[in-house]
């Protein structure tokens, strides 16, 4: 297998160029790996969280408007269901920090007047809203969508 990832890469990359490696199953953008879980696997918010962690990663957090229009033309491909983001603002109602490292949210992509209700406070996207971010109760069930740090390998061809 790890021959074949090898051969991937030297295929796909240039000298120089770093190739994203992703388990089996998971979708490599930059340098994350993302995964959908299954549609009709509709979790709590903690229990999505405990999905994606026990597969390595954890709910996606988001970093800038690049990455969040990647996950949304994937999203579009699929049932149109809302979906988890590693995101909440339980601790300060409207101040929303990322769930993997306790920071505060440099970037969002709320649905004007959808990210303050209070008892919501776990976001995701929001098919009704075109995959626009929303609040919600974090006891809802929807599927979870996992990110993981990819492994990284640079080609270098001899020639």
């Known amino acids: 297998m790890l021959l074949f990832v090898l051969f991937a890469c030297l295929i796909c990359c240039n000298k120089g160029?770093?190739?994203?490696?992703?388990?089996?199953?998971?979708?490599?953008?930059?340098i994350s790996c993302y995964l959908f879980g299954h549609e009709d696997n509709l979790l709590d918010f903690t229990t999505a969280e405990q999905f994606c962690r026990q597969r390595g990663g954890h709910l996606i957090h988001v970093d800038d408007a690049q990455e969040n229009a990647f996950i949304k033309d994937q999203l579009n491909e699929r049932k149109p269901i809302h979906w988890w983001l590693g995101i909440t603002d339980e601790y300060a109602e409207g101040v929303w920090r990322w769930f993997d490292d306790d920071t505060v949210a440099e970037y969002t992509?709320?649905?004007?007047?959808?990210?303050?209700?209070?008892?919501?406070?776990?976001?995701?996207?929001?098919?009704?809203?075109?995959?626009?971010?929303?609040?919600?109760?974090?006891?809802a069930h929807y599927p979870p969508l996992c990110e993981l740090s990819a492994r990284n390998t640079e080609v270098e061809t001899v020639g």
């Open 17 to 30: 160029v770093t190739c994203t490696n992703c388990p089996n199953g998971w979708i490599a953008h930059e």
């Open 109 to 139: 992509d709320f649905e004007s007047n959808d990210h303050s209700h209070p008892g919501e406070d776990c976001g995701l996207f929001a098919s009704i809203y075109e995959f626009r971010w929303a609040d919600i109760e974090c006891t």
